[in-house]
Nanobody, 117 residues
């Protein structure tokens, strides 16, 4: 089992910044990938991006490119999501997920991000 603990959500004004963290513990994998999803009220869960054990990063949505940055600290088994120039449409619950070989079997509890206009 892998446990994921997220932190860093909260309230921000449009144009502001927040940094989310996701710490993985337990039976972690060598060839892992960690990712961020988000779910806005009334919408389906959306893939934001991920990073793998090689440091390769993928951003899935054009709406966050240039504003959001994914990084990781392999020593701490922690992934980060730096969110800059936040917009009200970024308001969502952000979920951290962990897996390998394309699967996402482990999920964090989610952290609320609210951006006011």
């Amino acid at each position: 089992q892998v446990q994921l603990v997220e932190s860093g959500g909260g309230l921000a004004q449009a144009g502001g910044s927040l940094r989310l963290s996701c710490a993985a513990s337990g039976r972690t994998f060598a060839n892992y990938h960690m990712g961020w999803f988000r779910q806005a009220p009334g919408k389906v869960r959306e893939f934001v991006g991920d990073i793998n054990w090689l440091g390769t990063i993928t951003y899935a949505t054009d709406s966050v490119k240039g504003r959001f940055t994914i990084s990781s600290d392999n020593v701490k088994n922690t992934m980060y999501l730096q969110m800059n120039n936040l917009k009200p449409e970024d308001t969502a619950i952000y979920y951290c997920t962990y897996g390998r070989n394309g699967g996402w079997p482990y999920w964090g509890q989610g952290t609320q991000v609210t951006v006011s206009s």
